[in-house]
């Protein structure tokens, strides 16, 4: 075990996964000899975890456009988890969620949704190697955070069949994929920070951070519910998010995260099994995130992005037209 007497990090550290006998050569970003593993399946082999503390993302809101037009921001402080063994095989990954307002009329949920994940993470070396498989999900928060024009309607959307996206059950689906090949839904997760672009000052942690890995995946198409008049209305709730956070979940653009890492911690099994639920509670009961509020999409220059309010205006009353006109 390593001696952690000078710092933060509690006792019980033990390496050595993958052991000498395993397929896989470590330190290794070959993942391939390991199973995708659901991410819920395995809460009770976690011992340790290391906390996203700065989840820094990175988006162009104008596709193939320069520098100049690429969006930084922060998620909440802990928005994201590793969690592993004491040797360093990771069992579960929480990833983002977080309420967004357009306007004072729509309030939504977002969340990244972990559908697989394999790899190990090394506290000794710093060194990490993940492969995941995600989907974005987007839904309603309860009616009484809605503006009164959608709770006019919203009885109608609440008991019409089929479901719209009222909950995460029946929540707007967006495929994810390895950036340039649609066909390869698993993606890295790699150590250090993207190479694909530049950090300004106030989007880097070096001083603070444990350690960091980074994360690029490209936006799919929203997955159809089979059902014409759902599939319509999902794309208006999906044009009206990308006017508000520019173009974030736009199809075929590359949504990266830079990671910044606490030191390690040892895992509260049951704080884990129900942080999900915990953190949508509490985005539903309009607290906002419950480890403090992240930053405002802002550019290279520090300069804030800022939405279209007409162009929001104007498709928020297409929302409320096309919900009289269908349900």
């Not at 403090?292 to 290279?300: D, I, L, N, P, S």
């Amino acid at each position: 075990m390593q001696n952690n007497e000078n710092s933060g990090i509690p006792n019980g550290w033990i390496g050595g996964f993958p052991p000498a006998n395993s397929p896989m050569k470590y330190p290794t970003r070959d993942l391939s000899s390991l199973p995708m593993l659901s991410n819920m399946d395995n809460i009770k082999f976690l011992q340790r975890q290391l906390g996203v503390k700065w989840p820094e993302f990175s988006w162009e809101t104008q596709k193939d456009s320069s520098d100049t037009k690429r969006c930084y921001q922060r998620f909440a402080p802990y928005v994201s988890r590793i969690g592993y063994t004491d040797e360093g095989r990771v069992y579960s990954v929480i990833c983002p969620q977080q309420g967004i307002w357009l306007k004072d009329e729509i309030c939504l949920n977002v969340e990244v949704t972990v559908t697989g994940q394999r790899g190990w993470v090394d506290e000794k070396s710093k060194e990490m190697a993940l492969d995941m498989t995600v989907e974005g999900k987007i839904w309603f928060t309860p009616s009484e955070h809605q503006g009164d024009r959608i709770n006019e309607v919203w009885p109608f959307l609440r008991y019409s069949l089929p479901k719209f996206p009222l909950d995460k059950e029946n929540a707007i689906r967006v495929n994810t994929y390895l950036p340039g090949n649609p066909n390869q839904p698993i993606f890295q997760v790699n150590k250090g920070l993207s190479p694909e672009y530049k950090n300004p000052p106030f989007a880097t942690h070096s001083a603070e951070a444990f350690t960091t890995s980074y994360i690029a995946v490209e936006i799919g198409d929203i997955k159809s519910t089979k059902d014409p008049v759902v599939d319509g209305f999902n794309e208006l709730i999906m044009k009206a998010f990308n006017l508000a956070s520019g173009n974030m979940l736009q199809p075929q653009n590359i949504l990266s995260w830079n990671l910044w890492f606490t030191e390690p911690a040892l895992v509260n099994q049951e704080e884990w099994k129900n942080h999900a639920e915990y953190w949508r509670k509490s985005i539903d009961a309009h607290h906002g995130s419950p480890t403090g509020e992240g930053t405002q999409a802002r550019y290279f220059d520090g300069s804030y992005f800022n939405a279209e309010q007409n162009a929001i205006d104007q498709i928020i009353d297409d929302i409320i037209a096309y919900i009289k006109a269908h349900i």
